[in-house]
């Protein structure tokens, strides 16, 4: 029943699925909206320390805007 979800270049995260097999170690983590945050492999950063690439599959955001904001 669950949808694919794209994350970064990875097509095949589930949506819903709190034990999505294509997310990297320790996600999906809840979102606060009640959705989960999908994180696939990304790109290094300056320092060559590799940044996931994080996504909720019901609002969108990333991981840092979605406890980022105010309650
Ligand atoms: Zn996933
Ligand atoms: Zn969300």
Do not use: K, N
Request: glycine residues 12%; contains cysteine.
């Amino acid at each position: 029943m669950s949808r694919p979800f794209t994350v970064g270049q990875e097509t095949t995260h589930l949506v819903g699925d709190p034990e999505c097999p294509e997310c990297l170690e320790e996600y999906p983590e809840g979102c606060r909206c009640g959705g989960l945050i999908h994180a696939a492999s990304g790109e290094s950063d300056s320092e060559g320390d590799e940044v996931p690439i994080t996504v909720c599959d019901q609002c969108g955001r990333a991981e840092e805007e979605a406890f980022s904001l105010e309650a």
